[in-house]
T-cell receptor
Framework: GENVEQHPSTLSVQEGDSAVIKCTYS??????FPWYKQELGKGPQLIID?????GEKKDQRIAVTLNKTAKHFSLHITETQPEDSAVYFC?????????FGAGTRLTVKP | NAGVTQTPKFQVLKTGQSMTLQCAQD?????MYWYRQDPGMGLRLIYY???????DKGEVPNGYNVSRLNKREFSLRLESAAPSQTSVYFC?????????????FGSGTQLSVL
């Protein structure tokens, strides 16, 4: 089955800096790559996703890039704010099979 | 809309005890899922139900059973709890079975098995 690796496991940045989280996947048939944000005591919530026919997608301060050849994708958060502090999960999916990365704990220091 | 509601939020069991985790969604979604979340391992799929009346094993099904009671409700049962089942459990739903679409998660059940 699919294997998703996520790095780093923890990330600390100053407010206003950018944060980048990277994921690699193993199954070339995967065609959907969502990112979820999990705040303390809550369930994960989708923040952005990208499909295999697109190389980049932006939504305000967050963006995701996908390199299908290298089988990796990344989450970019610009102008970080304290409310961005959370655990972020990447995932790779093909029909009937979605696998998650182990998560990245992002801390944004005021 | 409440979205996905899970009960209970916390539970402590002794080894060998049984319990059922309840999940309900009010979004008229066809598909529902149970995940477990362990430190350093992300979210792993236990069982899913693509539609009412069907259930399928996920990545880590051993020690669990599920019931899709109706379109709204999907329960997870531990028949004889083991310490290895200490985890945070999340129920999720989506309009169609796992694929290229958004999952809606509940707020989780923290389970400790002593």
């Amino acid at each position: 089955g699919e294997n998703v690796e996520q790095h780093p496991s923890t990330l600390s940045v100053q407010e206003g800096d950018s944060a980048v989280i990277k994921c690699t996947y193993s199954d070339s048939a995967s065609n959907y790559f969502p990112w979820y944000k999990q705040e303390l005591g809550k369930g994960p919530q989708l923040i952005i996703d990208i499909r295999s026919n697109v190389g980049e997608k932006k939504d305000q301060r967050i963006a995701v890039t996908l390199n299908k050849t290298a089988k990796h994708f990344s989450l970019h958060i610009t102008e970080t704010q304290p409310e961005d502090s959370a655990v972020y999960f990447c995932a790779a999916s093909r029909l009937n099979d979605m696998r998650f990365g182990a998560g990245t704990r992002l801390t944004v220091k005021p | 809309n409440a979205g996905v509601t899970q009960t209970p939020k916390f539970q402590v069991l002794k080894t060998g005890q049984s319990m059922t985790l309840q999940c309900a969604q009010d979004m008229n979604h066809n598909s529902m899922y149970w995940y477990r979340q362990d430190p350093g391992m992300g979210l792993r799929l236990i069982y899913y139900s693509a539609s009412e009346g069907t259930t399928d094993k996920g990545e880590v099904p051993n020690g669990y059973n599920v019931s899709r009671l109706n379109k709204r409700e999907f329960s997870l049962r531990l028949e004889s709890a083991a310490p290895s089942q200490t985890s945070v459990y999340f129920c999720a739903s989506s309009e169609f079975v796992l694929g290229n679409e958004k999952l809606f998660f509940g707020s989780g059940t923290q389970l400790s098995v002593l």
